[in-house]
T-cell receptor
Framework: RKEVEQDPGPFNVPEGATVAFNCTYS??????FFWYRQDCRKEPKLLMS???SGNEDGRFTAQLNRASQYISLLIRDSKLSDSATYLC????????????FGQGTTLQVKP | GAGVSQSPSNKVTEKGKDVELRCDPI?????LYWYRQSLGQGLEFLIY????????KSGLPSDRFSAERTGGSVSTLTIQRTQQEDSAVYLC????????????FGPGTRLTVT
């Protein structure tokens, strides 16, 4: 079983739609959680960290459920520029920055 | 300021040859990481360096892979006797410290083994 699992999609949505991505992780001792964004043939870039209380950054909302080992990302009012692959990322060990990546979920926002 | 840089951007090599990939982290970042992304695969961790501590090599797939970081700055990833399954994009990242700090990725080196 992969340590971090995501639905690969693709998710095809119209502009303005709300879309949600989910991710599960297998290691209950996981410490830190992130969403990264990767554009085609580009390097990943941090979108947002995910905190236990949930957090919001503009149109993006991230939630963490430690009991279910589940992370989500909600994008409201989708823009064409949101089209990318969204990577769920976990740090499982203490005192390390070693990132464990999910396979990524592809989002395509259509006009 | 300058971001993470990697060279070469593309490398084509014949099976069995050795290759060296270079990473220049962001100045002042003490932690440096190598990952690779294969076609159809996710990103996988290879190795990381933190200051003067012994590197975490737990992600290196075989003893053909090695890496070093000189002077706490530039890092070189070496793959000996390359195989076709080594074909991937090799990404380097750096962060100010480690643990939850944001990792900034370089553009990667696309390695093709023929």
């Amino acid at each position: 079983r992969k340590e971090v699992e995501q639905d690969p999609g693709p998710f095809n949505v119209p502009e303005g739609a709300t879309v949600a991505f989910n991710c599960t992780y297998s290691n209950s001792a996981s410490q830190s959680f992130f969403w990264y964004r990767q554009d085609c043939r580009k390097e990943p870039k941090l979108l947002m960290s995910v905190y236990s209380s949930g957090n919001e950054d503009g149109r993006f909302t991230a939630q963490l459920n430690r009991a279910s080992q589940y992370i989500s990302l909600l994008i409201r009012d989708s823009k064409l520029s949101d089209s990318a692959t969204y990577l769920c990322v976990v740090i499982t060990a203490r005192n390390t920055g070693k990132l464990i990546f999910g396979q990524g979920t592809t989002l395509q926002v259509k006009p | 300021g300058a971001g993470v840089s990697q060279s070469p951007s593309n490398k084509v090599t014949e099976k069995g040859k050795d290759v060296e990939l270079r990473c220049d982290p962001i100045s002042g970042h003490t932690a440096l990481y190598w990952y690779r992304q294969s076609l159809g695969q996710g990103l996988e961790f290879l190795i990381y360096f933190q200051g003067n501590s012994a590197p975490d090599k737990s992600g290196l797939p075989s003893d053909r892979f090695s890496a070093e970081r000189t002077g706490g700055s530039v890092s070189t990833l070496t793959i000996q006797r390359t195989q076709q399954e080594d074909s991937a994009v090799y990404l380097c990242a750096s962060s100010l410290r480690y643990r939850g700090d944001e990792q900034y990725f370089g553009p990667g080196t696309r390695l093709t083994v023929t």
